[in-house]
Structure formats: C-alpha cells, structure tokens
C-alpha cells in the first residue's frame, strides 16, 4: 500500500536536513520511501511511502516526532482509483 506522509517542520528545515544527512532516514525495515516533494519556502515535506504494515510509522515518526508533525494518508494510483469508481 501507498500513502502520502504529509510532514510540517517544526524546527525549520536546517535540523531536519542535518539529522538526515547524519543518520539516513531511520525508515524501519519493511518501511520504503519512494519519492518526496518540498513545498516552498522550506517549511514540510510531502513524502510517498511505501508498507504492508502501517504501524511501522509509528516506529519512524517516533524518530521524527522532536522536529516534524505527520499526518499519513493512504493514497492509490489514479488508474487504481478509476478502476475502484467504474467497477
């Protein structure tokens, strides 16, 4: 499953990109990042993600939870999405 991970920087940018660059995305096994999008102005993130567990956010926001906020949306492919809504 696929879901949009809509993160708010709390601190800024700067210790966000900082812990990145030192540790990596800390992203639990069987957590998979696919893509990401910074909005303007430097102030969250919107990343695709990949799981079969969901509870595993819990484990990598935890990791997260002193610089960022996250709202986690599951989200399908627009073919997907056509093919739910036309049966």
Do not use: H, K, N
């Not at 079969?52 to 990598?60: E, K, N, Q, S, V």
Request: hydrophobic fraction near 45%; glycine fraction near 8%; include cysteine.
């Amino acid at each position: 499953m696929r879901y949009m991970v809509i993160e708010t920087f709390t601190q800024g940018a700067r210790p966000v990109y900082e812990r990145a660059r030192d540790r990596g995305r800390m992203l639990p096994e069987g957590l998979e990042y696919v893509e990401s999008w910074v909005t303007e102005g430097l102030g969250g993130c919107f990343q695709l993600m990949e799981t079969d567990d969901p509870a595993l956010f819990d484990t990598w926001t935890a990791r997260w939870a002193d610089l960022a906020d996250f709202e986690i949306v599951p989200v399908l492919a627009s073919a997907e999405a056509a093919a739910q809504a036309l049966g």
